[in-house]
């Protein structure tokens, strides 16, 4: 999300992921249609990509929500359309049905809608406010989650469909409940941290629901677990979509204090197996170019630009194993007595706590803000105790105040 000077104008774009993963797309069908032999294969290769990968980046390209003080105009693949403030009717979140995450629909007085999934925009805190202020005339006081029945008010239960099974969830607009079979465990919205979803396609791994006193986990067999998932995006203002608090089994080198210095790192089991996934996928494509190579000698034909194009997919990929790794040993947060440090591999950036204003907390990252609103630096949620590193610094900040 970008926004103009003074906030007169807001613009919102299509995530970075998006744009991402339609040029690698593209990038793939150009690779395979270069090929020349087998044909066939590479013709079905392209023919299967090549309209998704134009489309995603397209649309990814083109997309664009922009808003000002009279009202808000936007396109997609196709022409601008655009609406006063006054001709919004209603504006709510409704669930999506792929990933369970909130989409914010705008329902305007003449039928049309405009409906903007998190998982395809950029962050929409500042567009949804801007909704709230502005769209006067609309019905609802706020953003509200919408279901078939209209809106989802009051406390809902979760329970899991085997009778075996007495863990259950309660929901409700304030707080959440969870009870492990012996005990119940109660939390504010305010003290929810994280809701570490996998996001597998066949919903087999569990997500792990993390508070400031306690953590539970449930899976695809809890009654409505795409309703609490959405809940809890929605109600819950320091929400993460990873893990804040990594289990000391999970952590590869302690982050325990240092010579007074408490450094935070992203060596963890969980970011070393990403790591090595683009090593196996280097490797993978090395191999299945000389199973081919092997493959087209036994039967007489040579084909240079297939076996060449798989090999350069191997060395692409272990071209970023070998970046990935590096920063997975280099890349750091310091925490001592007078400032907060990071450390990359372009170099180091150093903060006093003096500077700091607030850390700003996204689904997926935090961010240090000055008083002069630079944001100098950030980390990703997959940082070892990114919970424990917010609370070390919030303590020093209080200190210093």
Not at 285 to 296: D, T
């Amino acid at each position: 999300m970008h926004a103009q000077s003074q906030r007169e104008t807001l613009q919102l774009r299509p995530s970075k992921f998006v744009l991402g993963m339609g040029g690698v797309l593209f990038g793939y069908v150009l690779l395979f249609s270069w090929m020349s032999t087998p044909v066939l294969f590479g013709m079905l290769f392209s023919g299967a990509t090549v309209i998704p990968a134009l489309s995603l980046f397209v649309w990814a390209y083109r997309a664009t929500v922009v808003t000002n003080e009279n009202g808000l105009r936007w396109r997609g693949v196709g022409g601008w359309q655009s609406a006063h403030w006054d001709e919004v009717e209603d504006y709510f979140f409704c669930i999506s049905r792929n990933d369970g995450r909130p989409v914010s629909w705008l329902r305007f007085r003449d039928g049309r809608t405009l409906r903007l999934s998190e998982s395809y925009w950029s962050d929409q805190a500042e567009f949804r406010a801007l909704v709230t202020t502005r769209a006067v005339n609309a019905k609802p006081s706020g953003w509200l989650l919408r279901g078939k029945e209209g809106t989802i008010t009051g406390q809902h239960h979760f329970a899991y469909k085997s009778k075996k099974r007495p863990e259950y969830f309660e929901a409700d607009e304030q707080s959440l409940t969870y009870f492990d079979g012996h005990l119940l465990h109660h939390a504010a919205w305010s003290d929810v941290l994280a809701l570490h979803d996998p996001q597998d396609i066949f919903r087999r791994l569990p997500c792990t629901l993390e508070t400031c006193h306690w953590s539970a986990s449930f899976s695809s067999l809890l009654k409505e677990h795409t309703l609490l998932r959405a809940m809890v995006r929605q109600y819950a203002p320091h929400i993460s979509v990873a893990r804040l608090r990594i289990p000391p089994r999970e952590l590869l080198v302690p982050t325990e204090r240092d010579g007074g210095k408490r450094i935070f790192h992203y060596q963890t089991r969980s970011n070393r197996r990403a790591v090595a996934l683009w090593l196996c996928t280097g490797l993978v494509w090395w191999v299945l170019a000389g199973l081919i190579w092997w493959v087209l000698q036994g039967l007489g034909f040579q084909d240079d630009r297939t076996v060449g194009a798989l090999l350069t997919l191997g060395a692409l990929s272990l071209v970023t194993w070998a970046a990935t790794l590096w920063s997975y040993k280099v890349e750091r947060i310091i925490v001592d007595q007078e400032l907060v440090t990071q450390v990359r591999i372009r170099g180091q950036r150093r903060v006093f706590f003096e500077e700091i204003k607030e850390i700003e907390t996204g689904l997926d990252r935090d961010t240090l803000v000055t008083y002069s609103d630079e944001r100098p630096i950030s980390w990703r949620h997959s940082l070892a105790n990114v919970a424990e590193l917010r609370a070390e610094i919030e303590k020093h900040l209080q200190t210093k105040s």
